[in-house]
């Protein structure tokens, strides 16, 4: 999606932690989630913010600022499985279907 | 947590024949679902928007007559390719929202292959 921005590929290892970010221009923002991809397979959901402010769960954590145009997924103690691509998406009501606009996806690579 | 299947998971075929694709939500309504695609390395793609009981909305660049959508029930949306040709071949989603909540979720995935 051309309104949506994140990075192409990050690199880390093992353990540490990786935080990816996303922004996004949208006239009827209804929503921005992070899904997991890995190669071959369909998205699988991670986080969902509407509100501004910070959304754990276990090792992620996602991040809100609707001023900003502004979101961050947080990954902790990462594992060789987190090898994956992440994208960030946003639901626009614009059109009242409430289409999801995905980013490019961030491929992370963890290394041991 | 919810569940959204597909079928075929994977299909190759012959160009000029015509593909169908089908996804089910399993276990909630969906009064709306959608379609993308995604080619290798690149971001998803929504094709249309897929409506219970009425004519699917296609996103721009997309040829209806060669995507037909049929969604004729409150769990199953159908995506036929008409006359595939290599061009077409690519990773095929669904993604189905929960009506009572509006949760959305994807399915599986259909690879299409057209030699």
């Known amino acids: 999606g051309q309104n949506i921005d994140q990075p192409t590929e990050m690199t880390a290892t093992e353990g540490a932690i990786v935080q990816i970010n996303c922004t996004y221009q949208t006239s009827g923002f209804n929503g921005l989630f992070w899904y997991q991809q890995h190669a071959g397979e369909a998205p699988t959901f991670l986080s969902y913010n509407v509100l501004d402010g910070l959304e754990e769960k276990g090792r992620f954590s996602s991040f809100l600022s609707r001023s900003k145009g502004y979101s961050y997924l947080l990954l902790k103690e990462l594992q060789m499985k987190d090898s994956a691509s992440y994208l960030c998406a946003v639901r626009d009501l614009t059109d009242s279907w409430g289409k999801f606009q995905f980013g490019a996806g961030t491929q992370v690579v963890v290394t041991p | 947590g919810a569940v959204v299947s597909q079928h075929p998971s994977r299909v190759i075929c012959k160009s000029g024949t015509s593909v169908k694709i089908e996804c089910r939500s399993l276990d909630f309504q969906a009064t709306t679902m959608f379609w993308y695609r995604q080619f290798p390395k690149q971001s998803l793609m929504l094709m249309a928007t897929?409506?219970?009981?009425?004519?699917?909305?296609?996103e721009q660049g997309v040829e209806k007559d060669k995507f037909l959508i049929n969604h004729a029930s409150l769990t199953l949306s159908t995506l036929t390719v008409t006359s595939a040709h290599p061009e077409d071949s690519s990773f095929y989603i669904c993604?189905?929202?929960?009506?009572?909540?509006?949760?959305?979720?994807f399915g599986p995935g259909t690879r299409l292959t057209v030699l």
């Open positions: 993604s189905a929202r929960d009506h009572s909540n509006g949760a959305q979720f």
């Open positions: 897929s409506n219970e009981g009425s004519k699917a909305t296609y």
